[in-house]
Antibody
Framework: QVHLQESGPGLLKPSETLSLTCTVS????????WSWIRQPPGKGLEWIAY???????NYNTSLKSRVTISVDMSKNQFSLKVNSVTAADTAVYYC??????????????WGQGTLVTVSS | DIVLTQSPDSLAVSLGERATITCKSS????????????LAWYQQKPGQPPKLLIY???TRESGVPDRFSGSGSGTDFTLTISSLQAEDVAVYYC???????FGQGTKVEIK
């Protein structure tokens, strides 16, 4: 059973860079697509970006200019960076595994999520 | 962009009764390349991540109780809980996974 765990700072100031890492255990990062999804407190879900172990990426067009996703095969991890954060970036950030290919069936495994708060 | 609209926003159902949630897409999510509907349903309980229930509009994920079923095609989809149990209290989301859009969620409670 694959396990995903998000890690990173929980509090940021406006204009700082959000950096999160998802560590995958119980399975290899190879062969799958991996995404970051966020959920503002009390609100719905927003997909941010995905990456394939090969390095192929895709981004939500509304966030693309500020977001970078990367993978580290040696550590079985993938990461997210969001530049120039504002209060609107306050959310629980989840990492998740795709079923099949990039658009192959949704997300079948999720991390527990990590709350990132942007406040001065 | 595809917009998914769920209805209702919330509903209260008696234990053992049927709960029905609909999801309407602004564009068809049935793709001719494989004649499949790129539509999933998730269940999210408080303080937990979403859990995949249904994908390809009607395929139940392994381990999901058979009281959960999905139906529909093109732009109109339904998630049905045939006999609501106390543990089904949650927010349910539909998800179009070709372009990775989510519905706004439907909160299911016990009447």
């Amino acid at each position: 059973q694959v396990h995903l765990q998000e890690s990173g700072p929980g509090l940021l100031k406006p204009s700082e860079t959000l950096s999160l890492t998802c560590t995958v255990s119980g399975g290899s990062i190879s062969g799958y697509y991996w995404s970051w999804i966020r959920q503002p407190p009390g609100k719905g879900l927003e997909w941010i970006a995905y990456i394939h172990y090969s390095g192929a990426t895709n981004y939500n067009t509304s966030l693309k200019s500020r977001v970078t996703i990367s993978v580290d095969m040696s550590k079985n991890q993938f990461s997210l960076k969001v530049n120039s954060v504002t209060a609107a970036d306050t959310a629980v950030y989840y990492c998740a595994r795709h079923v099949g290919d990039a658009s192959g069936g949704g997300f079948d495994s999720w991390g527990q999520g990590t709350l990132v708060t942007v406040s001065s | 962009d595809i917009v998914l609209t769920q209805s209702p926003d919330s509903l209260a159902v008696s234990l053992g009764e049927r709960a029905t949630i609909t999801c309407k897409s602004s564009q068809s999510v049935l793709y001719s390349s494989n004649n499949k509907n790129y539509l999933a349903w998730y269940q999210q309980k408080p303080g937990q991540p979403p859990k995949l229930l249904i994908y390809w509009a009607s395929t139940r994920e392994s381990g999901v109780p058979d009281r959960f079923s999905g139906s529909g095609s093109g732009t109109d989809f339904t998630l049905t809980i045939s006999s609501l149990q106390a543990e089904d209290v949650a927010v349910y989301y539909c998800h179009e996974y070709y372009r990775r859009t989510f519905g706004q969620g439907t909160k299911v409670e016990i009447k």
